[in-house]
């Protein structure tokens, strides 16, 4: 486990495809200047629409592999075929800047940086119903109905994660749900042991002449 002299504080979301994980994440973004997200690599095919760099760092399989030799990753893991993996460098940069970072992951991904840091928490995302999370993955047009079928069948076995993590939100209404979220950080960042990292020089002063 490392423990993280700063006060900042990685946030992990999951959710089966569909839940409407990274349109949250992308609202939470806009909304709260203290948090970035980390951009991963992986060995998926880039999507219309999609940038290189920007969505993901999109690799071949040996390039990954080497990525993996050379311990480029806190976490990495096979996702519907493809690997998916987040660079510990930037990560740890991002802290480094006085950010907190979010990481949408899937949940193989989240347990593995859970135990590496004792600074993380985790949100699991679950949709209002199975039939609602395949209307969302027609919908999107991004998939084919292969993919999308193959995407509902995981969805099960990933929900059945979500006793892992630290809190679960349910994706009905969306505003409601981006609420819950936003609560959420907030009140990580308020936890005891982060606000004593942070207010030393204000306890320190407070106390002086006790
Ligand atoms: P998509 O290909 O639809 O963008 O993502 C597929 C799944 O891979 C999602 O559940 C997403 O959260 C997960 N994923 C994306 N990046 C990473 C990563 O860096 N590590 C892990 N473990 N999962 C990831």
């Known amino acids: 486990m490392r423990i993280l002299s700063s ?24 909304k709260d200047t203290n948090i970035v997200g980390c951009t991963s690599h992986t060995t998926r095919p880039i999507r219309e629409g999609e940038i ?16 993996i030799k050379n311990n480029y990753f806190v976490e990495h893991a096979n996702v519907f075929g493809y690997r998916y993996g987040t660079s510990e460098l930037e990560l740890e940069n991002t802290l480094n ?19 590496v840091y004792d600074n993380c928490s985790s949100i699991f995302i679950l949709p209002p119903s199975l039939s609602e999370l395949e209307e969302r993955l027609r919908s999107r047009g991004k998939d084919t109905p292969e993919v999308i079928k193959a995407r509902s069948q995981e969805a099960v076995k990933e929900i059945k994660q ?18 819950e979220l936003v609560t ?25 002449d006790a």
């Open 52 to 67: 290189d760099g920007e969505n993901y760092h999109f690799v071949n399989e040996s390039e990954f592999v080497n990525l």
């Open 162 to 179: 979500c006793d892992n993590f630290d809190y679960v939100i349910v994706n009905d209404d969306f505003d409601k749900a981006l609420r």
């Open 97 to 115: 800047a006085g950010l907190d970072v979010i990481l949408e992951i899937d949940w193989q991904g989240a347990e593995q940086v859970r135990k």
């Open 184 to 208: 959420i950080i907030n009140s990580a960042r308020l936890e005891t042991g982060k606000q004593l990292l942070k207010l030393a020089p204000l306890i320190k002063n407070l106390v002086r």
């Open 7 to 30: 006060s900042n504080q990685i946030f992990v979301i999951s959710a089966p495809s569909g839940a409407g994980k990274t349109s949250l994440v992308d609202a939470l973004l806009n």
